[in-house]
């Protein structure tokens, strides 16, 4: 294959624009220059290093590569179709196999005996249905297309190579390979080459938009205008390197394309060019091609199902069957976003892994698409269909249908009150449920509303739906593990292991139990459902456990000076409610660095399962004074307190300081229980925060990274296991640099993290 087939440039274009042959009309006794100046440009192009035509490569490569598995039988790709209703499309297989895109499944005839392949198809106006051309005159109609009758059984002399139907689905054309045509319903006839000798066989057919005319184009080029089809050029006397196979008119039928085999693209007419494959080395050939409902794209499919889209077609999926070349590693599945849902493949007993950002990882099963790419919300869900395919949700509500999944509707374009977090499919697959993080359900396809949540109030977040495969009803999921049946059996109280919020659930096979799972890898057993296991205790090292984190001072302390200097008993001894803070030379304060620095440590925590109790969770507002603090960690029964600061030091002095509790009693305090499992804590937080930041102890106050004090009242009124850390100085330099850092305050917590991980697993 050469570059050169394909076509970019304006003076490349100009000459694939030469008139050609048409019905009567002999070539053009310019063509042989013509011929000549082409052979001459297309060595050229052939010959020059990156002289591949402009736009080959665009919009492509990403799709084509994506990791994909042969299924057990391999049926090539026949047809692409677009339905104009909602730009999506349908991709059909000579088995008769169709793959919906963001298009309604109507049917298809996979699974039936077809005496010849199915090689050509026509949709109904709205994308109500479509039809299915065999290369023996069989029609077969879905949906709304109904049939007009066929050529089944009859004598057609060639096989059928096209089809085209008219514009308000009331009959439609078949095309022979001989040229000849026939009409069904309201499709009327205007013409035909049959009987007329023609070079190369008819491939393919278009009609114009009022059904009053139709092409058809040979498999070199040559294109043959009947009715009020106007002929725009061919390529038909051209010498091409692969042949023709198909075209598609604009939507006012003023213009074509034609697509050969090895993806090149030529334009008449008012047809425009978007790019073609010409450039590139295909796994299969083209077969087929389909433009965009408004005409400002193309797309060109492969015999593997490999989707090629130019111009304003975007990409929803293809069925891309087969294994990447040797020379084109497949990339290992690896995904920056957490996985959201996980669906069984049905067909093949593999399954697919879906991430939020709605790639989809095929294991054992074969890649049908994703949503990458296309969704703007958040992929938060995904239901397998019966046989082969899958949908992914969004949390905006779209809903992308794969493979075998029939698109049944979504929330697209709706405004929701709550995002929508999960979905279920009825059992037939012909429907579905998505529910929405309040409870609202919403129904699609045979899916029946069986009663919502939307507007309960203290059902608190729902998390997920989950189809009784019994009843066809259907249970909702909160995040706190409540289970709400509807037209489903009531369920008993889950047995706990859950530890944490609810994210998943399904159903036992029988539906008389559901398991829930959490964000920590819990898992939680309800009704006939038996607990086999979970991922608990490896996800979470601190599960049970809970950390009090001290953020100290407030946004809002400095200016509130009436409330924060108030005494207050530290232990023995009087000192102000709290303190404003320091802050570096450039201004960063110490609050904003302790509450930030907090909340990369609560996130940490809370991921490796720890409750987290904070002191305050804004940084706007005043206190609380210190001795609440130290009452808050005391009333959570922490199992260890952090509070948080950053020094204002000499500024000739740098480093970072733990410090732990004296033992100090008081008449209202008495902290000796907890001095040494404090310093405990304090050497591993000292030994941790200095791995992880690389930050040296002070050397202005401390010894080796650790202080002890008596006169702290939030460490001596504490009754659990509790350190103070300066993490740095903020009047030094280095040190300033350091704070005001978002990646070194990420270490930072890091280091406090394992320090406090070290301390409660020890
Ligand atoms: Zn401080």
Redesign the pocket.
Known sequence: MTAGHGRGTGSVSARHRRPGRRPGAPPLSTLAALVAAMFALVALVALVPGAVPVGATSNWAPRSLAPRTPPATYQPASAIVTDASTGGYWLVTTSGGVFSFDAAFHGSASGDTLAQPVVASAAAPGGGGYWLATADGAVLPYGSATSHGSMSGQAIGAPVVGMAATPDGGGYWLAGASGAVFPFGDASSFGSMAGTRLNRPIVGMAATPDGKGYWLVASDGGVFAFGDAHFYGSTGGLVLNEPVVGMAATPDGKGYWLVASDGGVFDFGDAHFYGSTGGLVLNKPVVGMAATADGLGYRLVASDGGVFDFGDATYHGSISLQPVPAASPVPAPTSARPAVAVVPDRATGGYQVVDAGGQVYPFGAPALGGAAGVSVAAVVGAASAPGQGYWLVAADGGVFSFGGAAFHGSLGAAHLNAPVVGMAATVDGQGYWLVAADGGVFAFGDAAFHGSLGGVAGSGPIVAIVADQVTGGYWLVAASGAVTGFDAPALPPSGGGLTGSAVAATSTADGGGLWLVGALGGVSATGDATWLGSLHAQLSPLAGKVVAIDP??DGGNGAAPGIIDQPIDGGGFTEPCD?A??QTPSGYT?HAF?FDVAMRLAAILRSEGATVVLTRTTDTGVGPCVNVRAAIGNNAHADAAISI????GPAWGSGFDVIEPLPVVSSISNNTAIVGPSSALAVDVRNAFQASTGEPPADYVGRNGIDARGDLGGLNLSTVPKVLI?CANMQNAVDAANVESASWRQAAAQGLADGITAFLRS
């Open positions: 100290g001072h303190t803070g320091t110490e302790n600061h950053g020094d204002g300066e």
